[in-house]
RNA sequence: GGAGGCGUAGCGAAGCUGGUUAUCGCGCCGGCCUGUCAAGCCGGAGAUCGCGGGUUCGAUCCCCGUCGCUUCCGCCA
């Protein structure tokens, strides 16, 4: 007998239809029991009069007959002629599958990680996250984005004042790739002029907050023939724009989970672009006291403003100052072609433009203490002709984090890597 | 790396100005129950109160150390 998602029963009432998945709660009232079998598409109940020894997580397959009834969570339920138990499961679960993931604390959720993904509140997480992935790909690749996958292992050191892990290859050391910056420049001026990329990232920051891990799933975006950043927050708004439309569009269920809310891709479309020195001055003001750099409790008091002032949630700060940025950001006087978006007090985005002659590249190296030896095949991308250029990068997980109003970044992270986590 | 908070049963918590059987809810085990929706009712098991030391007649409680977790900060996506 073919398979019956559960989603799909009440086209089958009357008939017979087996059903597949995992045996969710089991609700024993003596005469009568009701189990909640999950699969993939969702959750029904089977009915029953037998008794039987099963215990929750249980793989079953299930042979019964659809009928509907209106005492029936969603009008139908299967009345079970028998099970086939496919995967049975000890009793004791390590992690409450059917229960409320907020009263847990975050250190079980993650020490059991096995087991807490099967909760479907906590699956909605990374079937949004999912979808965000798609979207993200879906919108580049209408514009002519060719996506790449480059190595995440490099033979030369750092990029900017980011710290790297080096690991053993074969007689001697690499580094895991802190973004695949180099490459998505190589690839611009390849021919392929704009192209992107779906790849973790990895730091070595011994950083312990709530919105850093060390391994991350880095969006990058990098496009040729451009004037400055502006040409990027633009790619940028239209881009997050057509994500948050779908996501509103088609991951209602996975928000509702959480009571959460995606912002408007009009909201997008209307976040304003502040300078460097004009963030200090929101922040110096909301703030009241002085203030020399964009600190977390700035960046909070950023959107605020922004919601405030322009309803929406989101702010591109441009104009860094070029000691803030990496050598090969595009400079403007004192100033950089560089930007930063914060969404819901959080920075999610890096971008800007970058240095695409060499000349520039090589005046400008001795400022952040660099040789042209460091930058290794680096040089080689911009001495033979490489139009100017630019690009950014969303944190995956933190777009996933502030999306889902989720309180710590490691949530949204399948399986995170921190200071301490190598496991499961 | 710095600052704060928290470690009590499988999970989430209460407790104690220091007093001898450490409490509650969920879960688990057993019993009753034919329409449940976090089912209900009855019963039961389960805790060297993170670890080490100190103060005290007596410490889960106070003090010191240590380990773990967590939040915030620095830095970053």
């Known amino acids: ?68 009834n209106d005492k029936a969570p969603g009008g139908y339920e299967l009345a079970l002629d028998h099970f086939d138990v496919l995967g049975p499961a000890a009793a ?93 420049q190589a690839m611009v001026s390849s021919g392929l002029e704009r192209v992107f990329e779906i790849g973790h990232a990895y730091r070595a920051e011994k950083h312990e907050t709530s919105r850093h891990i060390n391994e991350y799933v880095s969006l990058d975006v990098e496009m040729g023939f451009i004037e400055s950043e502006m040409d990027i927050i633009k790619l940028e708004r239209g881009l997050l724009a057509y994500i948050f439309d779908r996501v509103n569009e088609n991951n209602r269920e996975d928000m509702e989970a959480w009571g959460a809310t995606c912002p408007t891709g009009d909201q997008v479309l209307k976040a304003p672009v502040i300078s460097h020195d004009e963030a200090k001055q929101i922040i110096r003001d909301k703030l009241d006291r002085r203030v020399f750099e964009i600190s977390p409790e700035g960046e909070r008091a ?62 400008t190296l001795p400022r952040f203490g660099m040789t042209e030896e460091q930058l290794g095949g680096y040089g080689d991308i911009f001495k033979y002709g490489c139009p100017p250029h630019g690009g950014f990068a969303i944190g995956l997980e933190r777009l996933t984090q502030k999306i889902m109003g989720l309180g710590n970044i490691k949530e949204c992270s399948l399986f995170p890597r921190d200071r301490k986590r190598v496991t499961p």
């Open 1 to 68: 007998m073919e398979r019956t998602l559960v989603k799909d029963i009440q086209a089958h009432e009357g008939k017979e239809i087996m059903l597949s998945g995992w045996i969710h709660r089991i609700r024993d009232l003596g005469g009568v029991t009701f189990i909640i079998l999950r699969d993939r598409s969702g959750r029904c109940q089977i009915v029953t009069n037998e008794a039987m020894e099963l215990t929750q997580e249980t793989v079953v397959r299930a042979y019964g007959k659809v009928c509907a």
């Open 302 to 363: 950023l959107c605020a403003w922004s919601e405030e002032e322009h309803g929406t949630p989101l702010v591109f700060v441009n104009e860094f100052p070029r000691r803030k940025r990496p050598f090969y950001t595009y400079p403007k006087g004192t100033k950089t072609m560089s930007f930063d978006l914060l969404f819901r007090g959080l920075e999610i985005t890096t971008g800007g433009r970058r240095i695409n002659e060499y000349a520039m590249l090589k005046e």
């Open 92 to 184: 004791e679960l390590p992690f409450p599958v059917n229960g409320d993931p907020s009263k847990v604390g975050i250190e079980l959720t993650l020490d059991q990680r096995m087991i807490s993904l099967r909760n479907p509140q906590i699956l909605s997480i990374f079937r949004l996250q999912a979808s965000l992935v798609q979207y993200f790909a879906e919108y580049l690749r209408g514009r002519d984005f060719t996506e790449i996958k480059s190595s995440k292992m490099i033979g030369t050191g750092t990029e900017g004042g980011t710290s790297v892990f080096s690991v053993e290859y074969f007689d001697r050391k690499v580094f895991l790739a802190q973004s695949p910056q180099f490459y998505k």
